[in-house]
């Protein structure tokens, strides 16, 4: 189960009911509330990518850019499903095709925040900065839905061109599902094991 210091908000994953907190020493860590699990879920898999990255290929970082933007915050029984099912013990093929039906998925996220954009008056750059951290520097980034904020952190060629769903569709599919890294593995594996330590501490998956 999760639990959460009330004092330092350490989260942290215990089998029996701690009587002090690990990080600080504090007594009494509660049973974490959705919001703290969220987090913990969400920051976890932010770092078990990090970890994986470096030794995945381009098409692959970007690809589990989206499939993080998908599937977060919750660690529901879908992911599960789909980590288990559609990619780890699937053919190829299967995994194609929920990958494809994924893509779709972002792509019609992607049209209609850059409709909502167009709305709003915003015009999409033609070239953008970043920050030392790779993020993109943008004016009026407030106002861009997570598909577009995900679709902009891409690794492209030229760090400040600015990637459009052409990019999204360059990604060989064919490439990750026939012939995917170790690294990329390595993830998908770790990311279906954070849901499963999750998931303990809800007895019952509640689906959505
Ligand atoms: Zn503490």
Known sequence: MLYTCPRCHYTFVSADKPVIC???????????????????????????????????????????????????????????????GHILDASPEIALDTYK????????????????????????????????AGRPLVTGWDRFGGALRTLYTFETDDPHIVPGVDAVQAISLERITDNPSEAYITFIRAWLGLVTESSLRKAEPKGE
């Open 22 to 84: 690990p990080d600080c020493g504090h007594r009494g860590p509660a049973p974490s509330t959705e919001v703290e699990f969220d987090r913990f879920y969400s920051a976890r898999l932010d770092q078990l990518r990090g970890q994986c990255s470096p030794a995945m290929s381009v098409d692959e970082r970007n690809w589990t850019k989206v499939l993080l933007y998908l599937n977060r915050p919750r660690a529901s029984y879908f992911t599960t499903t789909f980590l288990q």
């Open 101 to 132: 039906s994924m893509r779709w998925e972002f792509v019609r996220l992607l049209s209609e925040e850059k409709e909502a954009l167009v709305k709003e008056g915003v015009t999409e750059p033609e070239y953008m900065m970043r920050d030392r």
